[in-house]
C-alpha cells in the first residue's frame, strides 16, 4: 500500500511567499511540491505555481538547499 501524501491547505501559497522573499527553496519544499504536482486534486492555479516555481529552479533564478528552513 502506497501512503497518502497531501500538503495542507495554503502550503503552496506559503512557500512561494518564502522563495519570493528568500530566494532559495528547501529541499524539504521541493519535496512537497513534489507530492503537490502529482496530486490529482492540485487546482489548476496552484499547479501553474508549482510549474513556474520549477521552472525558475530550472532556469538558475531559484537556488535549492538542503537546510530545514531559508535563511535570509
Known amino acids: 500500500m ?4 497531501q500538503l495542507l491547505p495554503g502550503a503552496i ?3 512561494l ?3 519570493r522573499d528568500t530566494g532559495v527553496l528547501t529541499r524539504t519544499d521541493c519535496y512537497g511540491l513534489m507530492a503537490a504536482s502529482l ?3 492540485l487546482s489548476e492555479d496552484d499547479r501553474r505555481s508549482v510549474n513556474r516555481l520549477m521552472r525558475a529552479v530550472r532556469q538558475g ?3 535549492v538547499i538542503d537546510d530545514l528552513s531559508p535563511t535570509p
Open 13 to 15: 501559497s506559503e512557500i
Open 2 to 5: 502506497v501512503p497518502e501524501l
Open 61 to 63: 533564478k531559484v537556488k
Open 39 to 41: 496530486d490529482d486534486s
Open 17 to 19: 511567499v518564502s522563495v
